[in-house]
């Protein structure tokens, strides 16, 4: 591999992004995002149906488990479709080398998205990629057994992945209109999804005002419990701003908002056409603060995409940040002397002044993690624990 | 077959090291450049800021890729901290070959069995070394091989950590554009560097003390019989001594480099070090008996918790001839006498054998974890193959 010196910094060359759908429903996504984005990045598609890949135009397919199905679907077998993955393992891995950051997107319940997922998005982490993967659990008349069947999935994804990002089909369904088919309340689904998809791209790849730095992003994720929500909406005219956060509120995917005013973390990423006034994004971000509780951490990317001229794409990403290992209690010095009781009790004597700079004694390990031992924060020093006289 | 250098990367809590060597004709590494950079953003092993780490890897890398004239694609690293733990599982399969000779398949198989210990999710095997063969659960043999019995059985070490560690250092390393092409525990590594045929025929704990973490390695009856990671180090040692005595860090370091000892010695009785003013620091005079009375409770409780936790592994220190000492801690004077009363063993300073090239990095025990990784890794290249101790990992990182 050569490179020039100068790429050895991240932050000076582009974030590769890979795109890939699993299974029925995440190759339906790349072949719905890819009709209504023609210019876009390439969308990978891997199923074991070498019927439904056929079928998926504007897709670059991926057929796994050959060997194994035949090119037939897994019938939806959970087992089936893992197996197909870890057969064609080496094939997959090649799709993410050099990548850094990689959207998968699948339906669980069925047999390939279930059970292929989790592979793939080990074999993506393998390439050292950050790794998020949209989700799309059942809608309630598929039955108990899918949504037995997703549950599991979402487990196996959740230990691979770096986030995953539900979206409760039935919960979409919730706010749309009674009369919406079958047929047409997947079509949304499939939709909302890849709007999200879409605007993560965009955020990495486009010219902006406001840059989203990547190891922010990645910072944001690991801390987050696993546990994220994403909405995409648009608006246009003059209000845009005002409208575009009515839309995020009334989303489906928030809870109407609930889920946004607890969420410990948000990615904001606005795209827009070279009308995008800074003021605007200043408004919006007001806007925000006021929805969201104090603490909440927020994110912020832009980007300027020549076909939103007179528009904007508002996309939030929730997470629910986790909370910091607490520190170990080290009692304050004063209090050591008396709950210190034991054989050394007699050598322990009021610490010294210099301890008072630093309450809690441990210096330079303030921010990581206590080394704690049987109990002691061994980043205490040892003379103090142990009650050590100095000056003597 | 032409050969190729190969490098090793240490990222460290003090510093970040990469080393570029080739193996010699005569089975000698031969380190062709080098490049070290104090660390920043690194704490007890583990990386803290990302950034920081990165400016100091990509200086690292520079120099190294200068002296040797390559480019570092691709590199061997090693890592540390308390994650890092080991256990020993045993396996055992019925002898079905013809005559009841054990073959290789059988071997195999056995070895299979011993390595599979059930982790929790988030833990990953790092290396699993294969300790000892039993004929018939009696006669212990290092190579079973065509020898007689109904049942094979193996003691298996398996040194594990937790996963995302290693997917942050394969994170880490892509920041710099180097894929990793293997990942080896760092305690393991310099056990490997130092070790004399000698000291591994009497057995020996080698303990590596860094600058985050302090790791170790039991050598008895001829297998690695348990290895570890204290996240305690000499960032400690210089913490206490800043705290106690009211320096600034730097001060502190400069101190313990300078007039540290892990002993407290009589002849200090009332002698006074005098610290020079420096930037906002005014200067300072400190009682050589506090320096070393602090000193030395941190590294016997640090010599005591490993060999606790050695006890614990169900070892006994009778087992081993000796201590031996390596890593940039092993500089400090005094460690060697320390080490020696509280394991009741000869003690010593270990050096990297076999090494030739650029004097710095061969002389110095502080180098024996990445010299350790790149014997390994050269060596299993030319042989053809991943060795015992490597190859553990190379599925999880490449998938």
């Known amino acids: 591999m050569q490179f020039h010196r100068e790429n050895r910094d991240r932050a000076l060359r582009e974030t590769r992004v890979v795109i890939a759908g699993i299974g029925g429903s995440g190759c339906n996504v790349m072949a719905s995002l890819a009709r209504r984005w023609p210019d876009g990045p390439e969308l990978i598609g891997i199923h074991t149906d070498a019927a439904v890949l056929s079928s998926s135009h504007g897709i670059r397919p991926l057929q796994i488990g050959a060997e194994l199905l035949n090119g037939m679907s897994t019938g939806g077998k959970p087992d089936m479709g893992r197996r197909a993955a870890e057969r064609d393992r080496d094939e997959i891995s090649r799709l993410f080398r050099g990548s850094d950051l990689v959207i998968l997107v699948t339906g669980l319940g069925g047999g390939t998205g279930t059970g292929a997922a989790p592979v793939v998005a080990e074999a993506a982490e393998a390439a050292g990629s950050l790794v998020l993967c949209f989700v799309m659990l059942p809608f309630d008349f598929e039955g108990p057994h899918r949504q037995e069947q997703a549950l599991q999935g979402l487990g196996a994804l959740k230990g691979a992945t770096d986030a995953v990002i539900q979206f409760p089909n039935q919960r979409v369904l919730a706010q749309a209109d009674e009369s919406l088919n079958v047929t047409d309340a997947f079509l949304m689904a499939d939709r909302l999804v890849g709007d999200c998809v879409r605007s993560l791209w965009e955020l990495f790849n486009r010219t902006s005002l406001i840059r989203l730095d990547f190891a922010d992003f990645r910072s944001l994720l690991m801390h987050s419990e696993g546990a994220c929500a994403m909405a995409c909406v648009e608006s246009e005219g003059p209000d845009r701003v005002k409208h575009a956060v009515a839309g995020l509120l009334a989303a489906p995917q928030f809870e109407a908002g609930a889920q946004l005013r607890r969420a410990n973390a948000l990615l904001v990423g606005v795209t827009g056409g070279p009308d995008l006034k800074l003021v605007e994004l200043q408004n919006l971000l007001d806007e925000i603060r006021e929805i969201t509780h104090e603490q909440a951490r927020i994110l912020m990317g832009t980007a300027v995409d020549p076909d939103y001229q007179g528009r904007i794409s508002l996309s939030v990403l929730l997470a629910e940040e986790r909370p910091e290992p607490g520190p170990v209690e080290t009692p304050p010095a004063e209090t050591r002397r008396d709950t210190d009781r034991g054989r050394e009790h007699k050598r322990v004597i009021p610490l010294q002044t210099t301890l008072d700079l630093d309450a809690r004694g441990i210096g330079r390990f303030e921010d990581v993690s206590p080394t704690v031992h049987q109990g002691a924060n061994l980043d205490v020093p040892t003379y103090v624990r142990r009650g050590i006289r100095l000056g003597r | ?399």
């Open chain 2, 1 to 399: 077959m032409p050969s190729s250098p190969i490098a090793a990367i240490e990222v460290g809590t003090s510093k970040v090291c990469v080393l570029v060597g080739d193996l010699l004709e005569d089975d000698q590494l031969m380190i062709v450049g080098q490049g070290v950079s104090p660390s920043r953003g690194v704490r007890k092993g583990q990386v803290t800021d990302l950034d920081n780490v990165t400016s100091c890897l990509n200086h690292a890398l520079e120099q190294a890729e200068e002296q040797a004239d390559v480019t570092v694609s691709e590199a061997y690293v090693v890592i540390s901290g308390d994650h890092i733990q080991s256990m020993t599982n045993r396996g055992s399969v019925p002898v079905r070959s013809p005559g009841g000779l054990v073959a290789e398949e059988e071997v195999e198989d056995v070895g299979d069995l011993a390595r599979a210990v059930a982790l929790p999710t988030e833990r990953a095997i790092l290396h699993s070394i294969a300790q000892r063969y039993y004929l018939d659960d009696q006669h212990a043999v290092l190579r079973p091989e065509g020898m007689e019995a109904a049942r094979l059985t193996l003691d298996m070490l398996i040194i594990h950590c937790l996963r995302n560690r290693i997917k942050n250092v394969v994170r880490t390393l892509k920041e710099v554009n180097v894929e990793v092409a293997d990942i080896a525990f760092g305690g393991l590594m310099s056990g490997m560097a130092v070790l004399s045929p000698e000291q591994k025929q009497g057995g020996a704990i080698v303990i590596d003390l860094g600058g985050g973490t302090t790791d170790y390695l039991v050598y008895a009856n001829m297998a690695i019989a348990a290895a570890g990671s204290l996240s305690v180090g000499g960032d400690h040692v210089t913490n206490d001594i800043a705290l106690g005595l009211g320096l600034p860090h730097g001060q502190a370091e400069e101190l313990k480099k300078n007039s540290g000892s892990a002993v407290v010695s009589p002849a200090a009785g009332s002698q006074t070090v005098a610290l020079q003013p420096e930037g906002g620091f005014p200067g300072k005079n400190v009682r050589l008996s506090d320096i070393q009375t602090i000193i030395n409770a941190r590294m016997e409780e640090t010599f005591e918790l490993v060999r606790d936790s050695i006890l614990r592994s169900g070892l006994r220190t009778e087992m081993v001839s000796g201590v031996i000492l390596t890593g940039g801690g092993a500089h400090l004077e005094g460690a060697v006498q320390l080490a020696s009363e509280i394991f009741n063993r000869e003690c010593q300073i270990g050096r990297p054998r076999n090494v030739n090239g650029l004097a710095v990095v061969t002389e110095g025990p502080q180098y024996a974890a990445p010299l350790g990784m790149l014997q390994h890794a050269v060596r299993s290249r030319n042989r053809g193959r991943k060795s015992g101790i490597l190859g553990a990992l190379i599925n999880l990182i490449k998938g």
